[in-house]
């Protein structure tokens, strides 16, 4: 009886016609989040329909694993691949409900992690930190290292949004050393393509593109699309930094279409704000507008409210550049009061800003001043210090516009208080600027002067920094390109080499049954001489003994034994020692024929031999070898 293969076996197709044939079951339920898990990276939407479907039958009889199973899957989906917080909560604590009642320590464990990556997205990073540890805590008890790594990758990521950087690394390299422990590629490129995302927002560009081209190497060479895809936009982002705004928009494209050709609506949403951010810098504006606007209605669509505010204030900022006052200020304060209703005090702070720069375009100073105090004081009750230098850089530029330099002059102190330890040279250098102008404003010309060389130092560092930067990532760029060209070389020989192999292999077939084909047919021919020898003449008789002749006629054999060892060089010299030297020279003979692929009929014929007398041979050489249950013909065809 054929036993069914387990359903992660099973891929798509094969999930697909056995769902056609199955009625409303468990079983029905369980194909239904397979197919599902398989189709998470190919079509979202799909999979979570499919997986909706589940969820629906097994309420309907009942199934209550299947009920928790599904609703995982679905906080899952929710969570890491729209980013809709909401129904992603709704789901894990579902899910965490049921498997709590069965006492399904796999499954607390799971949906613990899932509810503490819901609280970092909400930026909720003490609640975020005891749901990893709780989750971590369970897989070490059940004994599941290979999850503990995703753990670890999530307080990497938590640890990175919350600024220290430090902590980020450690965790990811932790995971790291568990993928590579396991010899997971894919766990492997995923951790590299994290520790680059932290050394680019520590500003250690090099070191990113060489970690991010390391995992790429890893994703191509895995067909991994989807990878192909995250690391192509991390590298856009890079560039940008970088200045390199052309290279950013080319890796931002690929990664979009490759996002589009998956199906990851979220991730080519994402991707495309990143190309509207570059249009605006570029100062194409309508350009940038439009790639706004297109994210802006997936992520309505994919209810992600934490990103549709974020593209209210990008597009508000935008509107009011282009002289669209009332529509900027607008879509500025939607975005706020999102952010107000999702208690998101980090994009809070974010609204502030970008309020108090657009207030500061109309010269509405005021304004400007009261909103950028008001993100410097979010910034400091949550204890984040990253965008302080920026906040303060837009402080004292607004009171510089508005004649109050001694003010400016403190706003100015406060950047170049955070940016050492930043290692922020650009809002250092914006500081000593203003500071120059201030400083000259009231007079004293000889800090003016100071603080002007010292900007020009630092924008001189700044830009060699980022020109060493772009050479020395056009060098990694080059040694990537090289090794690909190397591989594929190093590929192309392997196939000619494959097929050298083959023509070879085919040629000692065919010479081996050329053998066959010429004895039997001397054999035949002799016999029929033979018995008809008396009713025949001297030359008759001659040409029969130059038959006999001819079968004992080495010269065909020795070109069979020469093809024969260009094909398996070692072949003898392994089977002789597997034998303790004990085989023959016929059963040598015999065996490199049987390696050929001919039977004991065409053997006996090739060497004129008995066909009974080539079946003893084998049994011999079974023996010799000390095969046991292994047939004598696989494993002469293995060796």
Not at 33 to 62: N, V
Not at 105 to 117: D, E, H
Not at 411 to 440: D, F, G, N, R, W
Request: glycine residues 6%.
């Amino acid at each position: 009886m054929r036993t069914k293969k387990p359903l992660r076996e099973l891929g798509i197709p094969e999930l697909e016609r056995r769902l056609i044939r199955l009625k409303q079951s468990k079983e029905k339920v369980e194909v239904l989040i397979a197919l599902g898990s398989l189709l998470k990276h190919i079509d979202t939407q799909r999979a979570i329909a499919l997986t909706m479907q589940g969820l629906e039958i097994a309420t309907q009889i009942s199934f209550v694993s299947g009920i928790a199973d599904c609703s995982a899957y679905l906080a899952n989906y929710y969570d890491a691949l729209i980013g809709n917080t909401v129904l992603a909560l709704h789901y894990a604590e579902t899910a965490l409900g049921l498997y709590s009642k069965s006492d399904d320590k796999r499954g607390i464990a799971w949906m613990l992690k899932v509810l503490g990556s819901i609280a970092d997205e909400n930026r909720e990073f003490d609640k975020a930190a005891k749901y990893f540890g709780d989750s971590m805590e369970i897989y070490r008890n059940i004994n599941l290292p290979e999850y503990e790594s995703t753990i670890h990758t999530s307080l990497g990521n938590m640890y990175l949004n919350m600024g220290e950087y430090g902590k980020a690394i450690d965790e990811h390299n932790i995971a790291l050393k568990i993928h590579q422990d396991n010899n997971d590629e894919e766990g492997v490129s995923i951790a590299l393509n994290n520790i680059g995302n932290v050394y680019d927002c520590m500003g250690e560009s090099v070191k990113a593109v060489e970690v991010h081209l390391k995992s790429m190497s890893i994703k191509a060479r895995r067909n991994d699309t989807y990878g192909l895809a995250a690391t192509n936009n991390n590298l856009g982002g890079l560039y940008w930094k970088m200045g390199d705004y052309e290279s950013a928009i080319r890796y931002f494209q690929k990664s979009y279409m490759l996002k589009i050709q998956l199906g990851n609506e979220l991730g080519a949403a994402d991707t495309m704000s990143n190309i509207g951010g570059t249009q605006i810098y570029l100062k194409l504006y309508e350009d940038g507008l439009h790639s706004f606007y297109s994210a802006l209605e997936t992520y309505e669509n994919l209810g992600n409210t934490h990103r549709v505010a974020m593209m209210h204030n990008h597009i508000g900022s935008v509107h009011v550049l282009l002289g669209n006052i009332e529509q900027g200020f607008a879509q500025l304060q939607q975005g706020l009061e999102i952010r107000k209703e999702l208690n998101d005090m980090y994009g809070i702070a974010s609204s502030y800003h970008n309020l108090a720069e657009s207030y500061s375009i109309i010269q509405e100073h005021d304004k400007g001043i009261d909103y950028i105090s008001k993100a410097i004081d979010v910034r400091n009750t949550l204890n984040a210090h990253d965008r302080l230098p920026e906040h303060y850089t837009l402080l004292a530029d607004i009171l510089l516009k508005s004649h109050k330099y001694n003010e400016a002059i403190i706003a100015c102190q406060e950047v170049l208080k955070y940016t050492p330890q930043m290692s922020s040279s650009e809002q250092e250098a914006k500081a000593h600027m203003l500071l120059s102008i201030a400083y000259e404003y009231l007079g004293d010309l000889s800090n003016a002067i100071i603080h002007l060389k010292k900007h020009q130092e630092l924008n001189n560092r700044v830009f060699n920094r980022q020109a060493a930067m772009k050479y020395q990532t056009l060098l990694i760029e080059f040694d990537v390109e090289l090794n690909k060209k190397e591989a594929e070389m190093n590929k192309l020989k392997s196939e000619q080499l494959a097929k050298e192999l083959t023509m070879k292999n085919n040629e000692l077939t065919a010479l081996a049954l050329h053998l066959v084909n010429k004895n039997e047919f001397l054999v035949d021919l002799r016999e029929q001489i033979t018995d008809n020898i008396e009713n025949t003449n001297d030359v008759v008789k001659s040409i029969a003994k130059r038959i006999s002749e001819s079968e004992h006629d080495e010269s065909d054999w020795h070109r069979f034994e020469q093809q024969f060892t260009q094909v398996h060089p070692d072949f003898s010299k392994k089977l002789m020692e597997q034998s303790g030297g004990t085989l023959t020279t016929t059963e040598l003979k015999i065996c490199a024929l049987i390696k050929t692929g001919l039977s004991s009929k065409e053997i006996a014929n090739i060497m004129f031999l008995s066909k009974r007398t080539v079946e003893n041979h084998r049994y011999s050489i079974h023996r010799k070898l000390q095969l046991g249950d292994v047939k004598l013909a696989n494993a002469l065809m293995n060796t």
